[in-house]
């Protein structure tokens, strides 16, 4: 970071250029900042400040890796918070005019630094975002955001803001007077210039006297109905045990209330609470250190070039259609197999023009990379791989994208079983970010690096496990589903027991879940885990099927446990009509047994040799599974 | 002990709350000063003997503000050694002020007291005053909801009909009619007047003779939108988990009707009578106020009537009239559920559905319409209760002499 003084225009350009390729705020930074800030300030004939980024983005936010230290740094945290503080405090107080120029995304602190300035003017790049995405790390705002973005564009759009996480487009931010210009690159600076000539004793809208505020007072009708509106959406989405939505709107409203200074104090005061809790330590974690490792296969084969140019999906249904388009889209030569015509023109709609439909299984004969994803039935997937598999070149791979079926079992049908590998995709892949990659027991290093490299290439997040019925995620999902079936079999209130997986941290309820995968699925799976001694609860499972019989397959026919008449109402069915004994149970004996139907699976999990790696059992369960981030930490205590 | 006499009650109708309403154009300090000259005419009263005024009233702020009790005294032209005080127990408020009146008299503390409730509600907006408990930071640990969310998930929890409600309402206003047309009420009401003694009000104006059942049928649920669109039933799951979702049956038509109106009751010991040269016309038999589950909020008024009753040593049977306000009309339902009475005994002239609910008024209007209605019917004893928000209620047990 450098501070030079113009002599020509009497105007300090402070450029951030943190080593590496991003500015993030870190204790240096603040220290540097805030000698910067006094040595203007001590500098009469000054006329302005432009603060500038020499890097692609103007500040990217907080280092996390200061963040991560916190068990240990809570106070030099808070410390550095602080004095960033007041250096911004001091900065926006001084009689000249401050200008940030944003030529890419200023994030976190980095938008919270862009907002202690008196103008903000924004280059419209594609790739720039301006956001406060604290809160999707399990944080809040902690240099002034929650208190300065509301009074400058308002509660609402700011709460929208804050609460999403979601960054927005220069374009959109402009509609906000988040910026309050845009220009182009080049003409960023001379923008500036005429900023500062006009405006040589600018004020922050916080330390007006007398200023108009933007939309709806913190006080007034709407103003209050504004917030509990957003208390209702944080407890219905979150179950009420997501701390930082909460607290971030705490700041918002309490600090709303008070004066600048004061309130940024107290944003700090909510700052310090929610960084030392275990939840933000978690998804700190989860989201962010082994998420990255995830990602970036940190520990695995990897390969430069895995020589995968065509791509072969045979199974036109939806997970096979969605897993084409996903291929398509990064470039891959792609070829969509099934063996009817209508499957494959109803797939047609949603696909990109450059995937070939075919209905004729010898023209993915020269792919080199097979995903097979037909309905979950070993003979029929045998078959196909025994068709298919002598013709393919040398070397190319065979995926299933089966969500249970062991491969090596599998991997029988196929003369070069090395070349064979479990690609678990999820529904719908498109939204699913998780891709369970399944180790059969002869599956080779190059056939891992190689699939590893498509799965990054099409952005997925790859989990490397071991063979087994069900391997991870499915033997957990259906560890879950049929714990809830149980419970109903057992007596206990429908009603009762969704709500009780909510509290334990699932985002999905189990019946709501079971009734949109269907009952018929579930239970052919069942049917086939037993050929492999899967074990699940009976009972769950005779209630599954008598459902099956009842007509009541799920939401695809309106009916399962739940009735779908454009609401969707609890079927009463299970006392009513299954005359099943009511039993009564206290909401935390129900989540209690939904938590420990999920621990005591993960338990035989982990006995039965699938986890490779320890972080790929949050991962998969917060990005395959459901699992709510802030509260995965259970299943593993 | 000493007793606490009711000496005499007077109220203004109650005119609509809205910008078009009759006494919209009148402040609420006025609105009570006129109560309070009304009593005094009425009662020949010579104020140098009154200890205090002690009115209810739920939103003091604005022109409601700044202890308009003591204000409204002097412009009533009570001597300027009246007193006076303003309390706030949300809709209990008008009730709450009589109690504390009564215990005031009864401690030995006061000898004569005006007691009463007042509120303009066209003018001084319901919730204008601010307040934290629907604040985000109170909402983490105590989730709330609006009270009309509350009054559609006792409906949903006790399995009252939007149909059941409708039926309460249209009785409501019927009975009301009736009353108005027969002058029951002509006894306690003095007319409103404007800057020219012209008559702005002088009967009971929110009722409405013309309701009929398909056209109460016909109205939209007022709480869905909040309730659903934006998610604010969901914070009654934290306390209800194991409703699946809530009814939304209370509509415009059957919660009580938003209104302005003030009411003003002579409360004193006995030695007040021959003093002042007036008879009691009932005296305080008990008085109650208890808190329960706030999440649903309204049903505070069946625990408050069992510790009145148990407070006079009396039984439900005892009782011959029952005024319990109808907030929503799930309230009274739920009420003569819960207690097995017998709706006929309940609010024999209709109750705030059909005439109007001023929120700090209210309760003293109620024990003003019971001691009429025990008169008319030549009965004893009446019980006044109210649900409260925040989940109290307050119940009074009065006794005809």
């Known amino acids: 970071m450098q501070l030079r003084f113009d002599d020509q225009t009497q105007i300090f350009f402070l450029t951030m250029q943190m080593p590496g390729s991003v500015n993030k705020i870190n204790a240096e930074f603040t220290a540097k900042f805030s000698d910067f800030i006094d040595t203007v300030g001590k500098n009469a004939a000054a006329k302005g400040i432009i603060l500038q980024s020499a890097h692609r983005d103007f500040c990217v936010g907080a280092d996390l890796e200061l963040l991560e230290s916190c068990d240990t740094q809570a106070s030099s945290i808070l410390a550095v918070i602080k004095q960033l503080n007041q250096t911004l405090r001091r900065m926006e107080k001084l009689p000249i005019p401050i200008v940030a120029l944003l030529n890419g995304s200023a994030l976190g602190g980095g938008l919270e630094l862009a907002l202690a300035c008196h103008c903000r003017i924004a280059t419209d790049n594609s790739h720039a975002r301006l956001g406060l995405p604290e809160v999707t790390l399990g944080i809040i705002p902690g240099a002034g955001g929650t208190q300065r973005l509301p009074r400058l564009i308002g509660i609402e759009k700011s709460l929208e803001i804050m609460l999403t996480g979601k960054a927005l487009r220069i374009s959109d931010a402009k509609l906000t007077r988040l910026v309050d210009e845009l220009s182009t690159e080049s003409e960023l600076i001379s923008a500036a210039l005429a900023w ?15 200023r108009v505020s933007i939309g709806p007072q913190v006080d007034s009708e709407m103003g209050r109905q504004l917030f509990l509106g957003a208390c209702a959406q944080v407890i219905k989405k979150t179950a009420g045990l997501f701390l930082a939505p909460q607290l971030a709107l705490s700041a918002i409203q309490e600090g709303l209330r008070i004066q600048i200074d004061r309130a940024i104090e107290l944003e700090a005061e909510f700052f310090a609470s929610i960084i030392q809790t275990q939840q933000a330590k978690d998804m700190l974690r989860i989201l962010w250190k082994d998420k990255n490792a995830v990602e970036k296969c940190v520990g695995l084969p990897t390969c430069e070039d895995p020589k995968i140019r065509s791509v072969g999906i045979i199974g036109a249904g939806m997970m096979g259609s969605e897993i084409a388009q996903a291929f398509a889209k990064k470039g891959f030569s792609v070829v969509l197999n099934d063996v009817s015509d209508e499957a494959l023109s109803k797939a047609k709609k949603d696909l990109m023009e450059t995937v070939l439909l075919s209905n004729d299984l010898d023209t993915l004969s020269n792919c080199d990379l097979i995903i097979e994803a037909v309905f979950e039935d070993t003979q029929l997937k045998k078959t196909l791989t025994k068709r298919l598999a002598p013709k393919l070149p040398s070397g190319s791979i065979w995926a299933s994208n089966t969500s249970a079926i062991p491969i090596s079992d599998l991997a029988t049908a196929h003369p070069h079983p090395e070349n064979m590998i479990g690609l678990h995709f999820f529904s719908p892949v498109h939204a699913m970010q998780l891709v369970e990659v399944v180790m059969g027991e002869k599956t080779s290093k190059d056939t891992l690096a190689r699939s590893l490299a498509c799965v990054r290439a099409v952005r997925k997040l790859p989990i490397v496990v071991n063979d087994g019925y069900g391997f991870y995620t499915t033997r957990l999902f259906c560890a879950y589903v049929l714990e809830g079936a149980q419970l109903v079999a057992e007596g206990y209130d429908p009603v009762l027991i969704e709500w009780a997986a909510k509290k334990a941290g699932m985002l999905v309820s189990p019946l709501q879940v079971t009734d949109e995968v269907s009952l018929s699925l579930i239970c052919h799976a069942l049917k086939e885990g037993d050929k492999y001694g899967f074990s699940y609860p009976r009972a769950g499972a005779a209630l599954l099927q008598k459902m099956l019989e009842l007509g009541r397959p799920g939401k695809i026919a309106g009916k399962g446990f739940y009735n779908y008449d454009g609401d969707r109402h609890m079927w009463t069915g299970p006392r009513a009509t299954l005359g099943i004994a009511p039993r009564d149970a206290d909401l935390s004996f129900l989540t209690h047994r939904i938590q420990h139907a999920q621990q005591a699976e993960l338990k035989r999990v982990l006995d039965g040799g699938i986890i490779r790696q320890q972080r790929d059992i949050d991962v998969g369960a917060v990005f395959g599974l459901g699992f709510a981030p802030y509260a995965v930490r259970y299943l593993q205590n | 002990m000493t007793h606490a006499y009711i000496y005499d009650a007077v109220r203004t109708p109650r005119g609509r709350g809205k910008e078009s309403g009759p ?36 939103t003091q702020t604005g022109e409601q503000g700044s202890c308009i009790a003591r204000f409204a005294g002097l412009l009533a032209g009570y001597d300027e050694c009246v007193s006076g005080m303003v309390l706030s127990r949300f809709c209990g408020s008008g009730l709450e002020a009589v109690n504390h009146a009564s215990a005031m008299i009864m401690a030995g503390a006061s000898e004569l007291i005006v007691a009463g409730g007042i509120e303009s509600m066209s003018r001084v907006k319901m919730g204008s005053d601010g307040g934290a408990m629907l604040d985000v930071s109170t909402q983490w640990k105590l989730p709330q909801v ?50 020219n003694n012209n008559v702005l009000l ?59 109106g003030a009411c003003a009751i002579l409360l004193g010991s006995k030695d007040q009578g021959p003093r002042l040269g007036i008879k009691p016309r009932a005296r305080i038999r008990s008085m109650a106020v208890i808190s329960s589950e706030p999440t649903i909020m309204l049903t505070g008024p069946v625990p408050a009537t069992k510790r009145a009753l148990e407070k006079a040593g009396m039984q439900m049977s005892d009782i011959d009239l029952l005024e319990v306000n109808e907030a929503f009309a799930v309230v009274p339902l739920y009420y003569a559920q819960e207690l097995k009475v017998d709706l006929s005994r309940i609010n024999v002239h209709g109750g705030a559905i059909a005439l109007g609910h001023p929120l700090g008024a209210t309760g003293a209007i109620l024990l003003n319409t019971a001691l009429d209605a025990l008169e008319q019917l030549n009965k004893s004893t009446a019980l006044i209760t109210l649900c409260i928000g925040g989940g109290m209620g307050i119940a009074t047990i009065i006794e005809r002499m």
């Not at chain 2, 402040?27 to 009115?55: E, F, K, S």
């Not at chain 2, 002088?202 to 013309?210: A, L, N, S, T």
């Not at chain 2, 056209?215 to 306390?239: I, N, W, Y």
């Open chain 2, 146 to 195: 609006p009270q009309g969310i509350s009054a559609d998930l006792i409906a949903t929890k006790f399995g009252f009909s939007r149909q059941d409600l409708d039926d309460f309402a249209y009785k409501s206003h019927m009975k009301a009619t009736q009353a108005i047309e027969r002058g029951l009420f002509s006894k306690s009401l003095f007319p409103v007047c404007g800057k």
């Open chain 1, 196 to 210: 500062i000539k006009a405006n040589p004793k600018p004020k922050q809208p916080w330390d007006l006297s007398n």
């Open chain 2, 23 to 58: 006494l919209y154009t009148v402040r609420p300090i006025d609105l009570l000063a006129q109560t309070l000259q009304a009593l005094q005419r009425r009662t020949h009263l010579d104020t140098q003997a009154v200890d205090d005024i002690v009115m209810g009233c739920v």
């Open chain 2, 202 to 260: 002088d009967r009971d104006d929110c009722v409405r003779p013309d309701t009929a059942l398909d056209r109460l049928a016909a109205l939209s649920p007022s709480f869905e939108v909040m309730g659903k669109k934006f998610f604010l039933d969901c914070l009654t799951k934290e306390r209800y988990p194991e409703l699946d979702h809530i009814n939304h049956v209370h509509t415009a038509g059957n919660s009580s009707a938003i209104a302005d």
